[in-house]
């Protein structure tokens, strides 16, 4: 076999210089051609979406904005034990824990509970560590299927409990379902 | 006298424990200890973590014990040989001492203090099951008071006695221990009184667990977020040589200087302990090491790596000086001279 016939991709093409006949000259055979590919694409299902008012549903498995969860009777799971922060390897979360006062029972699940709470989600490359070092079940990335919003200001992006937490409805809903 | 563990001889001397020469040798054959502790008197033999297999009893007597011993309180003979890494027996023995002493320890882990440098998080680590064959509810206590320095969580207890021999061999008076017994058994003052003594600070360091913690230092961060230094003070009490674990230029916490057995150097007072939280009281020595695999280490950067340098001849990226001139724009002049001249 000589090296001219070998074909690395299957795609080789000898390239000829003859000359084309009337009907290839006028060209309309190959734009009716053209034409049918583009009618063809008319009719196949669209790979975009009209984003603003039509919103791509999400995978089970996508990993959005962090959501610390409550347990079934609204209490945080949270404890500040601090394992999401060793595991994250860009170092994006930060928190400071609190004693649990007596009254607080119905807040917090645990003895100590995190006061202070933060991610920064410039930092956070949404890897999912934190997910999988919580021993309390309390941070998920699946649950809340919101993606974290752009915003023009570096303070914006730090998101504390306020956005953080299970919000109370989605609580009750849960507990609700579950009686 | 020569004893023999996993394989490895060493030369001690008459009335050393199996235990202690396990030490001298180090490495993976050193026997976890939850009750021994080197510098207190009468330590020793409660836990039965440091199960040890006694294969040789000594050279004039060569039949192996048929029971396992505990190698803290058992002496060495001449010619003893040991198994502690290498024998399945033992290996078995220690998971079911870490199942036992795990049934009533509340696995309260991410909440509590000791968390990072407990000694039963590390054996179970080493030695425990993933799973608990329990099935009855855990031993619980009633919460106790006692004193604003030391905080105690009884449901964590092991019942190790080591705070009972720190307080009856570095204080005066002793006002807590054993209360009663069996199921029931556990540390308390009698009649909830304060500990108030100036060296019962140590109960803190001593204990394995987190049943006695700093109460000054509750909370307020996990272990491997603060940075281990070593320091030093005046102090007329004690020898003044502690850790002080500082986040910022904030001093959360200062203790005993831990060995890599987790035992202090030297025991220190109170007020050292607790009242000098300042970095101006201190003289910091620089940063303490920890084990390699310590979760103390974790996002320290302690390790700069050593600067490269390479030694060639000046500018040899620049190439020799008469091939620049020559490869050079000709229309530029190249020296300074002619420039001046223009």
């Not at chain 2, 200087?257 to 939280?277: G, L, P, S, W, Y």
Request: glycine share 6%; aromatic share 6%; with cysteine.
């Amino acid at each position: 076999m000589s090296l001219d016939t070998i074909s690395l991709s299957g795609r080789k093409k000898e390239v000829s210089n003859k000359k084309m006949n009337f009907w290839e000259s006028i060209y309309l055979v190959a734009i009716l051609k053209g034409l049918m590919i583009t009618i063809k694409h008319l009719f196949k299902r669209k790979v975009t979406i009209k984003y603003p008012e039509q919103i791509r549903e999400f995978s089970p498995v996508y990993r959005g904005q962090h959501m610390l969860k409550r347990d079934e009777k609204g209490r945080e799971n949270c404890t500040a034990c601090g394992m999401c922060a060793v595991a994250c390897p860009a170092e994006a979360i930060t928190m400071t824990a609190a004693e649990r006062k007596p009254g607080e029972e119905h807040l917090y699940r645990e003895e100590k509970y995190a006061s202070v709470y933060e991610i920064n989600m410039l930092r956070c490359i949404f890897c999912g560590l934190c997910e999988e070092a919580c021993p309390k079940d309390a941070i998920y990335l699946t649950e809340s299927k919101v993606i974290v919003k752009s915003a023009s200001h570096r303070e914006d992006f730090i998101y504390g409990k306020d956005k953080l937490v299970m919000p109370l409805e989605m609580a009750i809903k849960n507990s609700k379902s579950l009686n | 006298m020569k004893v023999t563990i996993d394989g490895q001889s060493i030369e001690v001397e008459p009335g050393t424990t199996i235990l202690q020469a396990a030490r001298m040798i180090g490495g993976e054959s050193v026997p976890p200890a939850m009750c021994y502790y080197s510098k207190l008197e009468k330590t020793g033999g409660k836990c039965r973590c440091c199960l040890v297999e006694v294969t040789k009893g000594s050279d004039a007597n060569p039949t192996p014990m048929p029971k396992l011993v505990a190698s803290c309180v058992t002496g060495v003979m001449d010619g003893m040989e040991v198994n502690s890494k290498n024998s399945t027996r033992v290996e078995e023995a220690r998971k079911s001492v870490t199942e036992f002493l795990l049934i009533n320890h509340p696995l309260d882990c991410p909440v509590c203090d000791q968390a990072g440098e407990c000694d039963l998080q590390n054996l179970s680590f080493e030695h425990g099951k993933s799973e608990t064959r329990y099935i009855e509810e855990k031993r619980t206590f009633e919460p106790e008071n006692i004193g604003p320095y030391i905080q105690l969580h009884m449901n964590r207890c092991i019942l190790c006695q080591r705070c009972v021999a720190v307080a009856d061999q570095l204080t005066d008076k002793r006002v807590h221990g054993v209360m009663d017994r069996g199921d029931h058994a556990n540390i308390s003052t009698c009649i909830s009184k304060a500990i108030d003594n100036e060296m019962s600070g140590n109960m803190i360091d001593v204990c394995p667990v987190g049943a006695l913690t700093d109460k000054t230092f509750r909370f307020k961060s996990r272990v491997w977020f603060s940075k281990p230094y070593n320091a030093h003070r005046d102090c007329d009490k004690c020898c003044g040589k502690t850790t002080v674990w500082m986040f910022g230029n904030e001093i959360q916490r200062v203790t005993g200087r831990k060995d890599e057995f987790h035992e202090v150097e030297e025991f220190i007072c109170n007020t050292c302990r607790f009242e000098k939280k300042e970095v101006n009281d201190w003289t910091i020595e620089g940063p303490r090491k920890f084990e390699k695999y310590s979760v103390i280490n974790r996002n320290k950067y302690a390790v700069h790596p050593p600067k490269v340098e390479i030694n060639t001849e000046a500018q040899i990226l620049l190439g020799r000086e008469q091939d620049r001139k020559k490869i050079s724009m000709t229309n530029v002049p190249l020296e300074n001279t002619e420039n001046s001249k223009q």
